[in-house]
């Protein structure tokens, strides 16, 4: 009797006097209100990130399965994500409103209890691994979204490379929110991840190097005849005076079967040559997840057939941009534009440091090369 009253209330209720908002399951799946981002998942879709830990069908990984709810009542939920008990991070209002959770919140009591715990999202770094990585992926959790070697947080850091110091990294992790109110990450608390255990991932992190944040682009531009003419921005998104500088450039462009250079433009152009004997491999675009306890994991053999064209440009410097122009002769179809997959921009300087090589870093991010630093080169898009 008193249940369908307590529902009845409950879809009624205004937002006031302590009642939960009433959660829209569909909100978290729909992708309506809630925008699919970066750190969306297929089932636990929401921006947050949730999903990163507790499995992207709520079914548990890094952190508890929560699907079915665990039994838990919208205060003791709310609680869990607002104030946390453990090393679940702190998500504040204005990255996470109460609408948002009340959505969430919904959407995990419509799914069906998990029979058993899924895997963790990424494996936990072995026991022979450095113990920053160990306490960013198996104890804080940084590594189930930023990946076995923090690639990204390395890379925005290398951004603002000559402001970063402990302090500057402390505070973006403990009053993340107050630098992006609507940011994906939550805040970690100072209390349960104390400066001491931070430092040590600070100490990791930085052990491997700061990155260049390189970024380039390849489009479509002028056609004419059966000759197209790709353009290839590279960027430094590096803030001018404090980011890294990328020295020692080399970019090189896949030839797609069926074409034939017709000209190039951009200071540094060398020529053709086989991809073999660069001396390079391509970008790959995804981090490969570990297959063993070891955390071990073997780079793909990369695929060196074909030609390149080759760029050698010494250096690009923060808020710096390089662009350059290749015409082939050919056809332009989808064959072509994914014969271009493994172009890649490479730097000599900054690399890995010795912290970030084997045997140091058994657990790694092959996306990474053992020489210099690199970023794939996205294929154009048809026009
Ligand atoms: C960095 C990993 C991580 C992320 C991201 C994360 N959690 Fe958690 N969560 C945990 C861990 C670990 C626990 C276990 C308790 C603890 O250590 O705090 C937990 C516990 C919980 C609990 C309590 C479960 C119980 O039975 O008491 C809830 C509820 C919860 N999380 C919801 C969420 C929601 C909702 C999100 C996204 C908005 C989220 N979590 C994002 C790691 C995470
Ligand atoms: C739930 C996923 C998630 C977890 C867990 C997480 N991060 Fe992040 N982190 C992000 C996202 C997303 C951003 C980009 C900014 C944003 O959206 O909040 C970011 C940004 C950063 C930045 C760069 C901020 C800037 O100035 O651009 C650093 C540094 C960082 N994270 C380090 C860490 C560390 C260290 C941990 C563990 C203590 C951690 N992150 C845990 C998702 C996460």
Redo the contacts with the bound molecule.
Sequence with gaps: MIGPVLVALMLAAPQSDGAPPVGNPDNVTSGKVVPAGRFSTPD?H?P???????GIHGDGG???D?AGG???SWE???R??RD??????V?SESQ?PEQA?AD??AY?NTLPVATAPGPRYWRAAPPTAPAGQRLAMNV???G??HEPEQKFPRTWLGEVAKDVTFEYFADLIYNHSTKFPRGSM?DFSRE?IPEVMLREVYDWMKGIGWRASIGASFAVGQRGGDRTTYTLTATNRGQAGKGLTAEGITVFVRIPSGTTVAGATGDGYVGTMRLAQLGLEPALQYAPHSVDDSGHVERPVPDLSRDVAVWRVKQLGPAEKLTLTLTLQGPLNEEVIEGFEGSTIHWANPGRRPAGSPPVMVYRDLRIPDNGDHERIAPPKMP
């Excluded at 947050?48 to 507790?54: D, L, Y």
């Excluded at 946390?84 to 991070?89: D, K, S, V």
């Design positions: 636990l929401h947050r990130g949730c999903g990163w830990c507790h890094f952190g508890p929560l665990r039994g838990l003791q939920f709310r869990a994500v946390p008990w453990g090393f679940m991070p998500y996470l959770l969430i919140f995990i804080i959790g940084c189930q979204c939550p349960r």
